[in-house]
C-alpha cells in the first residue's frame, strides 16, 4: 500500500544552520514541515501534554518532516518553527488585543505572520562555524567573554535546576539567577 504524503514546506532558520556542526541535519539552515492535520489538533488539547508544559513540543516535533535530535534545537531555531506551524495550521492573521500605554482602552490588532521579521544570525561574533560559541568583549571591563545560544535541551535542564530549587526555597525565585 502506498504510504500518503502530506503537503510540506521549507522554513529557514535564523541561525542559517551555522552553529550546528557539519552534517548535523539542521546545518543546512533550513527545516522541512508538514501542514497539521486532525492528529496535531488531537496534540493541542491534549490536557495530559498540557498540565506538563509540553504540548508545543510535542507539536512541533509531530509536524517536523526533518529528523534531528529535538534537544539540540536553538530556541530562536525553535520561536521561528512554531510561527511557521502556526501560519501552516491557522493562517498567517494573528489578531490579539492589548492595552497600549497603561490606558484603560483596548486596542484590537491583526498582525500578518508572514510579514514578521526574523533577526538571522551575523556570522561576525562565531568563533568557529559549527560550533555554538561566540566571543564578546564586555565594554565596561574590556574582557572577553565566550557564550553560547541556549538549545531546547538547555533550557531543559536550567528548567530542572529551577523546580529543584524551588524544592529547597519555595519562598525564593531563582529563575533569572539560574538563567543567566
Known amino acids: 500500500m502506498n504510504e500518503f504524503k502530506f503537503p510540506t514546506e521549507i522554513v529557514e532558520l535564523p541561525s542559517k544552520g551555522l ?17 497539521m492535520t486532525a492528529r496535531e489538533e488531537d496534540i493541542l488539547t491534549n490536557q495530559n501534554y ?3 508544559g509540553i504540548v508545543i513540543d510535542k507539536l512541533l516535533q ?22 511557521a506551524a502556526r501560519v501552516l495550521g491557522y493562517g498567517k492573521d494573528y ?11 483596548e486596542e484590537k490588532v491583526t498582525v500578518d505572520l508572514t510579514h514578521v521579521k526574523e533577526k538571522f544570525l551575523e556570522e561576525e561574533n562565531i568563533i568557529t562555524k559549527g560550533k555554538n560559541e561566540f566571543s564578546f568583549i564586555l565594554p565596561n571591563t574590556q574582557n572577553e567573554i565566550t557564550f553560547k545560544l541556549l538549545t531546547h535541551g538547555d533550557d531543559g535542564e536550567i528548567e530542572k535546576e529551577i523546580q529543584g530549587l524551588k524544592k529547597i526555597d519555595p519562598k525564593s525565585n531563582f529563575e533569572v539567577t539560574t538563567r543567566l
Not at 536553538?74 to 518553527?81: P, S
Not at 489578531?95 to 482602552?105: A, L, R
Open 19 to 35: 552553529l550546528y556542526p557539519e552534517g548535523h541535519p539542521l546545518a543546512e539552515g533550513k527545516v522541512e514541515m508538514k501542514y
Open 50 to 52: 498540557i498540565r506538563q
Open 95 to 105: 489578531s490579539f488585543s492589548y492595552y497600549p500605554d497603561s490606558s484603560d482602552s
Open 62 to 83: 509531530s509536524m517536523l518532516i526533518t529528523k534531528f535530535d529535538y534537544n539540540d534545537l536553538l530556541i530562536g531555531d525553535k520561536d521561528a518553527i512554531m510561527v
